[in-house]
Nanobody, 125 residues
Framework: QVQLVESGGGLVQAGGSLRLSCAAS????????MGWFRQAPGKNREFVAT?????YYTDSVKGRFTISRDNAKNTVHLQMNSLKPEDTAVYYC?????????????????????WGQGTQVTVSS
């Protein structure tokens, strides 16, 4: 059974930085897309950044967020710089349902079958 545990959320002032981490267990993840999604109050869960053999970012975080992974440790990280109040949300780590070679999308939440419990990120103005 896949388990994902996030850490690193918190409260930060606008312009500050946070680093989210996700520890995965339950199988080998090196051939699966992993990534981060977020959900703000009253909004749907949305794609933030994912990584397989390349990285993907939603436009609003390009140049500010950096996703990375360590396949040997089954971890994925999200370095978030220049944070804005609109980045406030619960951030979820996720693993794709199928190996990336068998997937047509690497950013659609529906293609991700394993999720962490979420970690709150709050950016004050």
């Amino acid at each position: 059974q896949v388990q994902l545990v996030e850490s690193g959320g918190g409260l930060v002032q606008a312009g500050g930085s946070l680093r989210l981490s996700c520890a995965a267990s339950g199988r080998t993840f090196s051939r699966y897309t992993m990534g981060w999604f977020r959900q703000a109050p009253g909004k749907n869960r949305e794609f933030v950044a994912t990584i397989n053999w390349r990285t993907y970012y939603t436009d609003s975080v390009k140049g500010r967020f950096t996703i990375s992974r360590d396949n040997a440790k089954n971890t994925v990280h999200l370095q978030m710089n220049s944070l804005k109040p609109e980045d406030t949300a619960v951030y979820y780590c996720a693993v794709a349902r199928r190996p990336w070679a068998q997937s047509t999308s690497h950013t659609d939440p529906a293609d991700f079958g394993s999720w962490g419990q979420g970690t709150q990120v709050t950016v004050s103005s």
